[in-house]
C-alpha cells in the first residue's frame, strides 16, 4: 500500500520534512516513490511547498495520505484557492 507522509531531513533540533510517496512497509528514512514538494515549521509562519496536481495524481492511484499530509495539502489547496 503507498503512503503519502513526512521524511524527516535536517539537523539535530532543526528539522524539515519532505513530503513523499512510499511503500507503507518502508521505514521513515528508508527509500521513496517520488518527492512531491516540503515542509519547514520552523520558519513563522510555517513554509510549505507542495506540487498539488502531483498530489492529486498519487492519491488517484491509491496512496493514502497521513493526517498531517492530508492537513497540509487541505491548508494548500485552500492558498492556491
Request: no cysteine.
Amino acid at each position: 500500500m503507498l503512503k503519502i507522509r513526512l521524511r524527516r531531513m535536517g539537523a539535530k533540533k532543526a528539522p524539515f520534512y519532505r513530503i513523499v510517496v512510499s511503500e507503507s512497509s518502508v521505514p521513515p528514512r528508508g527509500p521513496f516513490i517520488d518527492m512531491l514538494g516540503t515542509y519547514d515549521p520552523a520558519t513563522d509562519p510555517a513554509k510549505v511547498r507542495i506540487d498539488v496536481a502531483k498530489a492529486d495524481r498519487w492519491i488517484d492511484k491509491g496512496a493514502h495520505p497521513s493526517p498531517t499530509v492530508k492537513s497540509l495539502l487541505s491548508k494548500a489547496r485552500a492558498a492556491g484557492a
